[in-house]
């Protein structure tokens, strides 16, 4: 069975501060992984995805992640926080081979204060 | 906006009724998923349909069923509400071509009394 841990339930960091938000899986073979942001009242925004090659994957509104195959880890990061970025964040997980469903992580709630 | 969308945004029922929750996926997307967010269970997946034809399933109990439709958009019914059914429901769709993207809708927030 696959799974997601966020070991953080929240993160508290400065505006101008970088961030790191934390994700280790665990997946039968080779994974796809996803970074998801949920605003209040609003559905699931898909922000990265590493699929294949570069571990560091770019994504949205400055977000980067990281995936580390030896740690089996996924963290995501970004330079310099916003204010706006205080969201709830979901890492999941899909296996490569056969099929299989995305299982998301439980979230971390970040916190950036001004 | 995702391109998925999801109707009623809200919806206030009470314990043993049934309600149907609709959703129309991305054009072009043929996989539609349903997911139950709760504070205490997290997101739960709790079944896909692809092109009509369930694919998987999850933590959906017996009380929950789903079908899409020809024109691709799909209804979750829950019948025999419970207080603890009281959720945020989300439906999902994505191309279902491998490492693929879910594109989430924004939910309907079923509130039982």
């Known amino acids: 069975a696959q799974s997601v841990a966020q070991p953080e339930d929240q993160v508290n960091v400065a505006e101008g501060n970088p961030l790191t938000v934390k994700c280790t899986y665990s997946?039968?073979?080779?994974?796809?992984l996803f970074w998801y942001v949920q605003y209040p009242n609003r559905g699931l925004q898909f922000l990265l995805k590493?699929?294949?090659?570069?571990?560091l994957v770019k994504g949205s509104y400055g977000f980067e992640a990281e995936f580390n195959k030896s740690q089996t880890s996924f963290h995501l990061k970004k330079p310099s926080a916003l204010v706006s970025d205080s969201a709830l964040y979901f890492c999941?997980?899909?296996?490569?081979?056969?099929?299989?469903?995305?299982?998301f992580g439980k979230g971390t709630m970040l916190l950036v204060s001004p | 906006d995702s391109g998925v969308t999801q109707t009623p945004k809200h919806l206030i029922t009470a314990t043993g009724q049934r309600v149907t929750l609709r959703c129309s996926p991305r054009?072009?997307?043929?996989?539609v998923y349903w997911y139950q967010q709760s504070l205490d269970q997290g997101l739960q997946f709790l079944i896909q349909?692809?092109?009509?034809?369930?694919?998987a399933k999850g933590n959906i109990l017996e009380r929950f069923s789903a079908q899409q439709f020809p024109d691709l958009h799909s209804e979750l019914n829950l019948s025999s509400l419970e207080l603890g059914d009281s959720a945020l429901y989300f439906c999902?769709?994505?191309?279902?071509?491998?490492?693929?993207?879910?594109?989430f809708g924004p939910g309907t927030r079923l509130l039982v009394l």
């Open positions: 997946v039968s073979g080779n994974p796809y």
């Open positions: 590493y699929i294949t090659g570069d571990n």
């Open positions: 054009s072009g997307d043929l996989s």
């Open positions: 999902a769709s994505s191309s279902d071509r491998g490492g693929e993207t879910q594109y």
């Open positions: 349909y692809y092109n009509g034809e369930e694919r």
């Open positions: 999941a997980v899909r296996a490569r081979t056969g099929y299989s469903t995305l299982t």
